[in-house]
């Protein structure tokens, strides 16, 4: 009965965690030994301040030293700003040298794709940012009412000037990566639901209840997607848009041990 009991004891263990997730670390959250992250927040089109940041981040890894660097870039590289096309072709031309890089997806970028894919279904992709995004390309043409015979006419320019490089860029990018006790996505996680379960909605759009949620992850979630005036670093999660487009402030965040700091680039 004892053997019968236990054994039930570890399903009913497996079927918890299985709902809740693996437990959150023990301790202060930390990289490993001799790693340096770099998490930079959401670009949108403001190449100057990405130079900028990421010369602060060059001269940073320098006067630390360490034996592996890692920079995290959380998406949202096009719209709003002026020149989206400049930060494809920055980032594509790998910026950093000697740095392990991953590029995430934001949901700017999975709209662009929307919009390629079925201008019309997407057409509220230009509201929020895509028209700028066109102008960068050149595909804007002469601009008006957003009407499907319009879009198909922009999604048509876009495609004809978009590089093969950008569009395979924007195809590859990743959804979250995980690095020591940080797990980077570009909005947000479904609380209460493990890492590798979490569907690309959530990932590319969530706010709420994310954003309200105080309980522990099984990592801490570094997430750019809603804009703060000032970092916001939290025992739960780490936010890091401080919304380049407008206020001219581009962010990153610096993870290195047990450390925890920011790097700002402002115009």
């Not at 096309?85 to 794709?113: C, K, Q």
Request: net charge neutral.
């Amino acid at each position: 009965m004892r053997t019968l009991i236990q054994a039930f004891d570890v399903l009913a263990d497996r079927v918890r965690r299985s709902v809740r997730g693996p437990a959150p670390p023990s301790g202060p959250p930390k990289v490993p030994p001799g790693t340096v992250v770099y998490a930079i927040g959401d670009i949108h089109g403001e190449l100057r301040l990405l130079d900028d940041l990421l010369d602060a981040i060059r001269a940073d890894a320098e006067r630390l030293e360490p034996a592996r660097r890692v920079v995290v870039f959380l998406g949202d590289y096009v719209d709003r700003g002026p020149d989206s096309r400049g930060v494809l072709d920055r980032l594509i031309g790998r910026p950093l040298p000697g740095f392990e890089t991953h590029f995430l997806m934001g949901n700017h970028e999975a709209a662009m794709l929307d919009f390629l894919e079925d201008p019309v279904a997407a057409m509220g992709w230009l509201r929020f940012g895509g028209l700028e995004t066109l102008g960068s390309y050149g595909a804007l043409g002469a601009p008006g009412t957003v009407i499907p015979a319009r879009c198909m006419g922009w999604r048509d320019a876009l495609k004809k000037a978009l590089p093969p490089a950008h569009l395979d860029f924007l195809r590859a990018l990743n959804l979250y990566v995980v690095v020591g006790d940080y797990a980077f996505v570009h909005a947000g996680i479904r609380p209460g639901r493990p890492l590798d379960a979490q569907v690309a909605d959530d990932l590319l759009w969530m706010r709420d209840p994310f954003l309200t949620d105080r309980r522990r992850h099984e990592k801490v979630i570094v997430h750019g997607h809603t804009v703060v005036d000032a970092p916001e670093l939290l025992e739960n999660r780490i936010a890091v848009d401080t919304g380049a487009y407008a206020s001219g402030v581009l962010t990153a965040l610096v993870l290195n041990g047990e450390e925890r700091r920011f790097l700002q680039a402002r115009r």
